[in-house]
């Protein structure tokens, strides 16, 4: 059983809809990372909270929205996405020691636009 | 930016060793860890080697860095089926828990 849940596994979603991806770790990290996953492409990060405050935001476009209520709980909002955007969201969690960052991922969201 | 590269696929047959390479760019970079990714799942960390390391063991897994050139590899002896995935090189500097750069991945396919 993984530390970090994600839900849902797979997201069909039109280009005018919001929808919510949701990461939950069971771990006791203090951070927590949105990361983009597309074929051929190194893993992008998007987004770091660090004691649920964002510490990280990598040029994202506004129509991805993060939210993190807690250490434990991370959310990315989705709307109007394109069809670009098409990936897997991979949810990831660290203790922050100043050094040697393990990361701990989720198995993802693979998000579809159409 | 930082950059981490790596050769997007392998195949080798059940039994012989395996070798992943990756580069990097960044000079200050003070870990660097092997992840691997199954089929639907996230990506798992196998391995790291602190920078002032050039070689770690830990079972079948050897990682060799080479710091001068900014190489590291991933070498599996007596690959298995089992080892079939895609493994991710990354690098991060000291304190950048912020700062972990991955590379592409290489997809290992083993052949029985």
């Known amino acids: ?114 | 930016g930082e950059d981490v590269e790596q050769s997007l696929f392998l195949s080798v047959r059940e039994g012989d060793s395996s070798v992943i390479n990756c580069t990097y760019t960044d000079s200050s970079s003070t870990y660097l860890y092997w992840y691997k990714q199954e089929p639907g799942a996230g990506l798992q960390l196998l391995t790291y080697i602190f920078s002032n390391m050039d070689m770690k063991q830990d079972q079948r897994l050897t990682v060799l860095l080479n710091k001068k050139d900014k190489h590291l590899s991933l070498r599996i002896a007596d690959t298995q089926t089992g080892d079939s995935a895609i493994y991710f090189c990354a690098e991060s500097p000291l304190g950048g828990y912020q700062k972990v750069t991955f590379g592409t991945g290489t997809k290992l396919q083993v052949i029985p």
């Not at chain 1, 069971?26 to 951070?31: C, F, Q, V």
């Not at chain 1, 990831?92 to 990361?103: F, I, M, P, T």
């Open chain 1, 1 to 114: 059983e993984t530390g970090v849940t994600q839900t849902p596994r797979h997201l069909v979603m039109g280009m005018t809809n919001k929808k919510s991806l949701k990461c939950e770790q069971h771990l006791g990290h203090n951070a927590m990372y949105w990361y983009k996953q597309s074929a051929k492409k190194p893993l992008e990060l998007m987004f770091v909270y660090n004691f649920k405050e964002q510490t990280e935001n990598n040029s994202v476009p506004s129509r991805f929205s993060p939210e993190c209520p807690n250490s434990s709980h991370l959310f990315l909002h989705l709307h109007t996405l394109q069809p670009e955007d098409s990936a897997l969201y991979l949810c990831a969690s660290s203790q922050d020691r100043g050094g040697n960052e393990k990361l701990f991922f989720g198995s993802g969201t693979q998000l579809s636009v159409l």
